[in-house]
């Protein structure tokens, strides 16, 4: 609807306005579907071609940088106890020393390890990695 036929109109400016609207949507002439061949074929550079299709699927992702965090532990305390802590403070982790810590990527578990220290750097060595299935079944529940 034109903007003079908005303001040629008697009714309340804001009601009329959806009011007008949703009129025009309904005399407006349907779009006809789009139809499903050209889309498919717009896709199908992306099809496994052979044997080497895997290899070029996963090659479209390696680039894409992803987050990676070791978790030590965590804990619950109150905000009056975080607003005392000072340089030298030290808050206790439910993780017990020793044990493995969690690997996350994108927050999502993929392993767990331990922790190392080289060249005065902390690293973690991987000790244990969870199957593509275990993945799977932790995203399902």
Do not use: Y
Not at 30 to 44: D, L, S, Y
């Amino acid at each position: 609807m034109s903007d003079e036929a908005l303001a040629n109109s008697d009714a309340p400016a804001a009601d009329d306005d959806w009011a007008a609207a949703m009129a025009e949507q309904a005399t407006a002439a349907p779009v006809a579907a789009p139809e499903a061949r050209p889309a498919a074929a717009m896709f199908e550079q992306f099809a496994p071609a052979g044997g080497t299709g895997h290899a070029n699927d996963i090659n479209m992702v390696l680039d894409i940088p992803v987050q990676i965090t070791v978790e030590l532990g965590r804990t619950r305390i109150p905000i009056k106890h975080i607003l005392q802590l000072a340089q030298g403070s030290v808050v206790e982790l439910d993780g017990m020393a020793g044990e493995p810590m969690d690997v996350l990527v994108n927050g999502c578990l993929i392993a767990q390890g331990e922790v190392v220290v080289v060249n005065d750097k902390f690293g973690i060595r991987l000790t244990d990695i969870i199957t593509p299935s275990e993945r799977i079944r932790k995203l399902n529940r």
